[in-house]
């Protein structure tokens, strides 16, 4: 095989979510498994120019890479499915692309010319396209949105381009498809399919490979039909079936004949996959011998996308401990006095993930206070930590006003506040940052690194002196509480190498009571789960068999 990178571009029609991001993931997985070097690139058309400031209600949760770039969901995906690490190459949107352009133009470097959408817009996707290409043999294109948006329209006409830049044994079209079955009249139909492809090839792209997502394989008049009418060859049209585990995606496929078609149109030449590695997981994930309960509490629990990278690293955790993890999601906004151990004495841990504002916090620090009084195994991720923090400062080292400055601007005993400046070990500069700084330029974001204490739940997870982990927060542990803290009992277990900045925290006297300043659930991955997941769910199993054994 050449040096050159081959492109595979991934779209969707019909309807959004059918899993173009899922679907990516999988063809990178089954190619990686075939020893091909591999990346994923997605292309959003929303104008913002990163999700970071974006409600996730709207558009799940920011994925955060080890370079600090704030990204789609979708990228958390293809972490976790293949094993090429991503950065902010990974993912441009509408927004980032015509700030480019228009920042190219006010400093002349159009001489002049009229910038149009063609080929000034359309050229600055396929430059942004090849950023993503060195190194691997092949860059999956994951395009944003549906098939007839009309904010699609550029990214589409550059990839169209881009096949005759390259070479047609050099870029594949993938189209995700839906093929409903309607129950009524007892069979799938097809005609959504012919009218998505339909409108694909009235912008000149003729889709090389159909994903047909349905709820049962398609039969081979089914595919012979779909072949007919959207001019491909029947072994292209591939049954995308819903399956009952994610990590089932890339097997399915396998057994489609996807990963032998995309070698054979991009003329590449491998031995069969390696993929024992990923029986033996969904193996492991369909057998579990054990069972837990974790009660996820936060203010985004009617979304789960929300927390997809938590959900996922859960679950992980629960693999490695041969685990089954029920995921209970409780509203942080409906806990008080009354309710509060009625509403968690079911779970056999606690998790407090990260967010933003004054919403719920109330909530959320009575589920932390019950966790360390029950000795129920406690994790909290980012703002979990802050509430760990103010929880304990208050019922225990008796700062009854303790709080931070995100939810109170005048509290007395601001215990976790906005450090104004602060060492950035990355760009070795002293940051600096207030009250008024833009939401999406001031924050902590990307790996730093953390040094562990000895004997501590940390140290006994990660069995490393010094960790890196990706981070996403504007807030911080205000050092002038650290005494007070750590006098009644609260152990800080990780700091920043110069200890100016407080990573993890613990309780002393608790079998497992965390809080880290960092998001861990964006590098855990089902075949390598993070180290602090996994403990918390042998913690969590622990406190079930101690709780039935009474």
């Not at 006994?460 to 504007?474: C, M």
Request: with cysteine; charged share 25%.
């Amino acid at each position: 095989m050449s040096n050159t990178s081959k492109y595979i571009f991934v779209t969707g029609g019909v309807l959004s979510s059918l899993g173009k991001g899922l679907a990516s993931a999988a063809i990178g997985a089954l190619l990686e498994s075939r020893g091909l070097r591999v990346t994923i690139q997605k292309l959003d058309p929303y104008i913002n120019v990163d999700p970071g400031t974006m409600n996730p209600f709207q558009h799940g949760e920011v994925f955060v890479t080890d370079d600090g770039s704030e990204a789609d969901l979708d990228l958390g995906h293809y972490e976790r499915f293949i094993s090429s690490p991503m950065g902010r190459n990974n993912n441009f949107t509408t927004g980032k692309i015509y700030d480019s352009v228009i920042s190219k133009e006010r400093r002349g470097e159009y001489l002049g010319g009229t910038v149009q959408v063609i080929p000034h817009i359309t050229d600055e996707i396929k430059d942004s396209i090849r950023l993503a290409s060195e190194g691997v043999d092949i860059v999956i294109v994951e395009i944003g949105g549906t098939i007839g948006d009309i904010e699609s329209l550029p990214f589409l006409e550059a990839i169209r381009q881009f096949k005759a830049d390259v070479g047609k044994e050099n870029a594949i079209y993938i189209h995700l498809t839906l093929v409903p079955y309607i129950s009524t009249a007892g069979e799938v139909k097809t005609k959504p399919t012919q009218h998505s492809v339909k409108e694909l090839r009235s912008i000149g792209i003729q889709p090389d490979i159909l994903l047909c997502r349905t709820q049962m394989p398609l039969s081979d008049s089914i595919k012979s039909k779909i072949a007919l009418f959207c001019d491909v060859e029947k072994d292209a049209v591939i049954t995308a079936k819903d399956v009952e585990c994610i990590y089932e995606v890339p097997l399915w496929f396998h057994r489609e004949g996807l990963d032998s078609k995309i070698e054979k149109l991009l003329n590449i030449w491998k031995g069969a996959p390696k993929l024992a590695a990923w029986k033996d997981l969904i193996e492991r994930i369909k057998s579990p011998a054990h069972e837990v309960s974790i009660a996820i509490v936060g203010k985004y629990t009617n979304l789960t996308d929300s927390y997809k990278s938590l959900n996922e690293a859960l679950h992980h955790g629960g693999v490695s401990n041969g685990c089954k993890v029920n995921l209970l999601y409780v509203d942080s906004e409906t806990i008080d006095a009354d309710n509060c151990k009625k509403l968690l004495e079911g779970a056999d841990g606690i998790l407090v993930p990260g967010g933003f504002g004054p919403r719920g916090i109330e909530g959320k620090i009575r589920a932390a206070k019950y966790a360390r009084e029950n000795k129920m195994p406690y994790f909290g991720i980012c703002l979990g930590m802050h509430i760990a923090v103010i929880e304990y400062a208050r019922h225990v080292a008796g700062i009854t006003k303790a709080h931070g400055t995100e939810f109170d601007e005048n509290t007395p005993d601001p215990i976790i506040y906005l450090m104004t400046e602060w060492y950035d070990e990355r760009s070795d500069t002293v940051q600096k940052r207030d009250s008024q700084s833009d939401k999406g330029g001031t924050m902590r974001l990307g790996a730093y690194s953390c040094r562990l204490e000895p004997d501590t739940i940390a140290h006994n997870a990660y069995k490393e002196e010094n960790i890196f982990e990706r981070h996403r927060h504007r807030y911080e542990f205000n050092n002038d509480y650290k005494k007070p803290l750590e006098e009644n009992g609260m152990r800080i277990s990780g700091t920043s190498p110069s200890g100016e900045l407080v990573e993890i925290v613990e309780v002393s006297d608790h079998p497992w009571f965390l809080g880290c300043q960092f998001h861990p659930e964006f590098k855990s991955s089902p075949m390598k789960p993070h180290p602090l997941f996994a403990s918390f769910i042998k913690a969590a199993f622990e406190y079930s068999e101690k709780n039935e054994g009474e």
